[in-house]
């Protein structure tokens, strides 16, 4: 019973540098998003999604782009990394609402760091 | 806009209740919940309260909201040191479809 999975765990990236990091749910989830949690800021929403070939925008989307082209992955993409983007970035799904438990399961987050 | 705010730390004696609190600005929020994080870990669901409902209990936990103030308040009895993390209030609205808003998270101490 995997849940979220994401990877990696850990990265550092040299500024000016592009990644993915992976998220997939395999609980056949339509709601994914995507946060980061910086020290003293909590989580902050960057991107959603409402199911595949949906995406949005959420508090802070500039510098990052999603697609979800399957109900199950929901790929974050950092278009050129900056120093400011280093955080711990946290994946989530849920299920419709009254589709059993509601809330958000979050994956084990992937750890940037951007030099 | 959307709001949610909590105390940044919270100190108990082992043994004794731990109440966090939590205001939020949105009257439409569906849903409020509360995430525990313990250090280098994700968030996990401790508990959520659907906003026409104004208490839920689950084993030592006691959810209790107020719509009326916009306060929502997490009670855990009898706290224990594997207790000690950092708790998080969110609100979804509409459902949930676009994903949560939460507060910068409340760091409970266990004290002996």
């Known amino acids: 019973n995997a849940g979220v999975t994401q990877t990696p765990k850990f990265q550092v990236l040299k500024t000016g540098q592009s990644m993915t990091l992976q998220c997939a749910q395999d609980?056949?989830?339509?709601?994914m998003s995507w946060y980061r949690q910086d020290p003293g800021m909590g989580l902050r929403l960057i991107h959603y999604?409402?199911?595949?070939?949906?995406?949005d925008q959420g508090e802070v989307p500039n510098g990052y782009n999603v697609s979800r082209s399957t109900t199950e992955d929901f790929p974050l993409r950092l278009l050129s990394a900056a120093p400011s983007q280093t955080s711990v970035y946290f994946c989530?799904?849920?299920?419709?609402?009254?589709?059993?438990?509601?809330?958000?399961?979050f994956g084990s987050g992937t750890r940037l760091t951007v030099v | 806009g959307e709001d949610v705010e909590q105390s940044l730390f919270l100190s108990v004696r082992e043994g004794d209740s731990s109440v966090i609190n939590c205001t939020y600005t949105?009257?439409?929020?569906?849903?409020l919940y509360w995430y525990k994080q313990e250090p280098g870990a994700g968030l996990q669901l401790l508990t959520y309260i659907f906003s026409n409902m104004d208490m839920k209990q689950d084993q030592r936990l006691t959810v209790l909201l107020n719509k009326k103030d916009k306060h929502l308040s997490l009670r855990i009895a009898d706290t224990q040191t594997g207790d000690s993390a950092i708790y998080f209030c969110?609100?979804?609205?509409?459902?949930?479809?676009?994903?949560?808003?939460f507060g910068k998270g409340t760091h409970l101490i266990i004290q002996p």
């Open positions: 989530a799904s849920s299920s419709l609402p009254g589709q059993g438990l509601n809330g958000y399961t």
């Open positions: 949105d009257s439409s929020s569906t849903y």
């Open positions: 969110a609100e979804s609205i509409g459902g949930g479809a676009d994903g949560l808003t």
């Open positions: 999604s409402v199911g595949a070939g949906i995406t």
């Open positions: 609980m056949n989830h339509e709601y």
